[in-house]
């Protein structure tokens, strides 16, 4: 008997009872489709992750001062002009500053309503390291940072709670911010919309805990405060390779400036990003694991059915074998069996795989990426299962005693 003829009775046997198959294969199919699943949802989940980063200013650091108590002065906080000394770093392309204050909340046209808000006091270098997509106006100028203008850049979700839309008219508008700890309102002309970059991770958040971000030049927010300290410097450079030793010089040179040590640190998002995708690497795996021992089950499954087969069709074996059928063509024909109905298991299951990774992908607002490597794996353990669990059951058949066999009723 040539493989085709034995794939063909292999298949032949297996539809004969397409109820008793199915409850066969189902271990394989809920195994590889819950693989499969799971494995794009990671995907997906760390490209999302990328690409909220790369609005958030993936390949660029963050240096602030380390840490806060009665060994930090007034000194040691970073200012604008060590802003100004890390723009002239060799290897750095620009730097930009960042003064956040979160104790402010936002009037709304409702006056008996105000939101949460975050200002942003920022340079206008902040625009290009961040990659801020501008929809309507403009950005934040330096002719706004040196006259100190209570001008505000807000993002489309923010127009759209507070304006009702999102449109050019709403430029020239003002916004109120009141404070728990100062008296008065503060009022910024809106001269610029941009794209919202926290948009899918404000879609995942209950609508009470989304804060308001508006951006204002950074000498305006200090004078509010009555500060002239920055927060965090981001710093920009030429070349990704070295992030992490420019992060080094900028750390020194603030150091050296103040003649203090260890005062500063560096955020690399790049390295927080590679321990993330690493932790969801680490997670999949262990949740595929789990998954995986439906794929055990079900190859105890096709091993307990191939052995009844063999039960039910010894007299067929007896006959096969008296008219010359050799114990290799016996083993490789139950064998093949076995490899076809896990791998119609497997197909259907990687089929089941792509349909929940769609369907649940939108649920965690992430798009499931289906990795072919993946698929291809899903094949080989199919394979690997029906070989693994069919291999005693024909073994078992291929020693049948022909007489014995003929024998049996």
């Excluded at 910024?188 to 204002?216: L, Y």
């Excluded at 010089?249 to 003649?259: A, F, I, K, P, T």
């Excluded at 119609?344 to 992908?361: N, Q, S, T, V």
Aim: include cysteine.
């Amino acid at each position: 008997m040539n493989i085709f003829e034995s794939i063909k009775t292999a298949v032949s046997s297996v539809f004969s009872s397409k109820l008793r198959a199915f409850l066969t294969m189902l271990g394989i199919i809920i195994g590889i489709s819950s693989v499969i699943t799971i494995v794009s949802l990671g995907a997906g989940m760390s490209n999302f992750m990328e690409e909220q980063w790369a609005t958030m200013g993936l390949g660029n650091i963050q240096v602030r001062l380390s840490g806060w108590g009665d060994s930090v002065t007034d000194l040691d906080l970073l200012n604008m002009n060590d802003v100004e000394q890390v723009r002239h770093i060799p290897g750095v392309r620009t730097a930009a500053a960042l003064l956040p204050s979160w104790d402010f909340q936002m009037r709304t046209q409702d006056p008996g309503e105000v939101r949460n808000s975050t200002i942003n006091g920022i340079t206008p270098e902040y625009e290009q390291i961040m990659h801020v997509q501008m929809l309507y106006g403009r950005y934040i100028s330096q002719m706004d940072i040196d006259n100190a203008m209570h001008f505000a850049v807000i993002t489309d979700s923010t127009a759209d709670r507070i304006f009702g839309g999102v449109h050019a008219g709403i430029i020239g508008q003002t916004v109120e911010f009141q404070s728990w700890w100062a008296a008065g309102v503060q009022r910024f002309t809106v001269v610029g919309i941009m794209a919202n970059p926290n948009a899918q991770w404000e879609d995942m958040m209950e609508p009470e805990w989304i804060r308001e971000e508006v951006s204002v030049p950074i000498t305006t927010l200090q004078g509010i405060l009555g500060q002239r300290q920055v927060d965090t410097i981001f710093v920009a450079v030429e070349d990704p390779n070295r992030m992490t030793e420019i992060g080094e010089q900028v750390m020194n040179m603030l150091d050296n400036s103040r003649g203090t040590s260890g005062n500063y640190t560096v955020f690399n998002p790049m390295d927080f990003l590679e321990q993330m995708n690493a932790q969801l690497a680490m997670v999949t795996i262990a949740i595929s694991g789990i998954a995986a021992i439906s794929l055990l089950v079900g190859g105890i499954g096709v091993m307990n059915i191939m052995l009844v087969t063999v039960t039910e069709r010894t007299r067929e074996i007896g006959i096969r074998k008296s008219i010359g059928a050799r114990n290799s063509d016996i083993r490789w024909q139950f064998l093949t069996e076995a490899i076809i109905l896990t791998l119609i298991g497997g197909a259907i299951g990687i089929a089941l795989g792509f349909a929940g990774g769609r369907l649940i992908g939108p649920v965690m607002n992430v798009h499931a990426v289906v990795d072919i490597t993946s698929v291809v794996l899903a094949v080989g353990v199919s394979c690997l299962t029906g070989i693994v669990f069919g291999v005693g059951p024909a073994i078992k058949a291929s020693k049948l005693d022909p007489i014995e066999a003929l024998r049996y009723e």
